[in-house]
């Protein structure tokens, strides 16, 4: 019987002492960053948890988004601590406040007193300090008031339209002839080779081929810890930015050395703009500077136009009542052009109500940038909660775009949700808010809805693996990047 005893009594110790011991290891975060760093005001403080030492959150993070529920990491703040909206973290060594709804997040994308870019190192170092994540208020203004007309600018659009509605073209046949092919692999070729014009004006294959195999594995270092080891996706993601800064350098100097040897060489493509942009000083960007914005926007904008047609693409032939009203929209315009219009025209575009509809229900959906970094630059009073100064604050936009409360059945694909509906301030973020909101969202959804008028009109796509299971990081996409064919089933004049 005491034989019997001292087993159950052993296995209960050694439970218990794991229990105070993980009661511990909590505690000591909460110790460091709360009662020694804020004194009192940690009373003020959202609920929730700041995880393990150095750890943090990051292990509950990754293991949600690397299942089959991305949703869970939040979802368990709410379950525990109820549905505040407001949350504290530990997030990529950092203490954190995870913000979830709409004025929150409003406020903390807006408010450019209270709060500035508070990207994690890993993404900074990768993107580049001197790209619009890391810089100033005042510089990030200079140059997106260089960069937004010829990259969202009507004018720029209209110019981009036809090499745009070309290269859709072309693409779309030369898949057809393909056989198997991994749609979403050759929807990020096509979008990095048009970001790739508009700024480089490269259309060099090989080129473009490379750089886009170094930005891939950039985007996987991204939202990755930051751990230089061989082996880990930061290391492997460094490696390729020092590749793609090679590569532009070289680009630089080239251009630099033909401005020198021919003074009145006109003006392309981005690249020559940000070389001859000056301040009212006469200060010219420096190389760095005019490197970081190219990886930006390099990466930014084949990355999310890519993902987001495959998935407004996916999702509009999974429904055929809504594939039915996008497509008799579209039959509609080529039936009231004119006989003598060769191709699209930006008034055409914009009369795309439906399909526009459908583009914004994917961006809800999907939410291409689950969330966006900012940082306390004093102590904020949000929803009746402290923010502490030097806190980073993190906008989860895929439980906002989610969120029952303001979305009816929020995991259903339903554009006509949008028929006469405007969402209140804060609860629609797919390119963000504020001065910092996306600066290339116009020509993304340029590129998405010339791309998607050819494929509903003569095009349809036959996955081979229609049951695939999802992977979340660094961005939502079937596990075999939607490995399938493209048919051609009409034929359409444009």
Avoid at 392 to 404: G, I, N, Y
Avoid at 419 to 442: E, V
Wanted: glycine letters at 6%; one cysteine or more.
């Amino acid at each position: 019987m005491e034989f019997g005893l001292n087993w159950l009594v052993v296995p209960a110790a050694l439970l218990g002492g794991a229990l105070v011991m993980r009661w511990l290891l909590h505690g000591v975060n909460q110790w460091f960053y709360e009662t020694y760093k804020l004194g009192n005001k940690r009373f003020s403080l959202p609920p929730g948890d700041l995880g393990w030492p150095f750890i943090g959150n990051m292990w509950s993070f990754l293991r949600a988004f690397k299942s089959s529920n991305p949703d869970a990491f939040v979802s368990s703040f709410s379950t525990r601590y109820g549905r505040t909206g407001i949350f504290k973290a530990l997030m990529f060594g950092s203490p954190s406040i995870i913000v979830t709804t709409p004025e929150p997040c409003r406020r903390v994308l807006t408010d450019d007193e209270s709060f500035k870019p508070g990207w994690p190192t890993s993404t900074m170092e990768l993107i580049g300090r001197k790209s619009f994540i890391g810089i100033s208020y005042e510089e990030h203004k200079r140059l997106r008031r260089l960069t937004a007309a010829p990259v969202n600018g009507k004018e720029a659009l209209s110019m981009y339209m036809r090499y745009i509605e070309d290269s859709v073209i072309l693409a779309l046949e030369k898949w057809a002839s393909m056989g198997e092919i991994e749609f979403l692999t050759e929807l990020r070729k096509l979008t990095f080779r048009i970001i790739m014009y508009i700024f480089l004006s490269s259309e060099s294959e090989q080129v473009m081929e490379a750089l886009e195999k170094e930005y891939t594995a950039l985007n996987y270092g991204v939202r990755a810890m930051a751990i230089n080891i061989p082996g880990f996706a930061y290391h492997k993601a460094l490696k390729a930015r020092k590749k793609l800064v090679a590569v532009f350098q070289s680009i630089v100097d080239e251009r630099r050395e033909r401005r020198k040897n021919n003074p009145n060489t006109s003006k392309k493509d981005m690249m020559d703009a940000l070389m001859e942009v000056e301040d009212e000083n006469g200060r010219k960007l420096k190389d760095e500077e005019i490197i970081d914005v190219l990886v930006m926007y390099l990466n930014a904008g084949h990355e999310s136009s890519g993902h987001i047609t495959m998935w407004a693409a996916l999702f509009l032939q999974k429904h055929p009542e809504f594939f039915k009203l996008a497509k008799a929209e579209q039959d509609a315009i080529i039936k009231n052009r004119p006989g003598t219009q060769k191709g699209l025209t930006f008034k055409e575009v914009r009369k795309m109500k439906y399909l526009s509809k459908a583009i914004d229900e994917t961006l809800r959906l999907v939410t291409f940038s689950s969330v966006v970094f900012r940082e306390a630059k004093e102590d904020v009073n949000i929803s009746g909660y402290i923010i502490p100064k030097g806190w980073k604050v993190l906008v989860w936009f895929r439980t906002l775009h989610l969120d029952p409360e303001i979305y009816l059945e929020p995991k259903d694909f339903n554009p006509s949700r949008w028929d006469d509906f405007t969402p209140k301030a804060g609860s629609f973020l797919p390119f963000g808010a504020g001065s910092r909101m996306c600066p290339g969202n116009d020509l993304a959804k340029l590129e998405i809805s010339i791309f998607l008028h050819y494929f509903l009109l003569n095009y349809e796509l036959e996955r081979l693996n229609p049951t695939c299971p999802l992977m979340y990081l660094p961005h939502s996409r079937p596990k075999d990047n939607c490995l399938g064919r493209i048919r051609r089933v009409s034929y359409q004049s444009a």
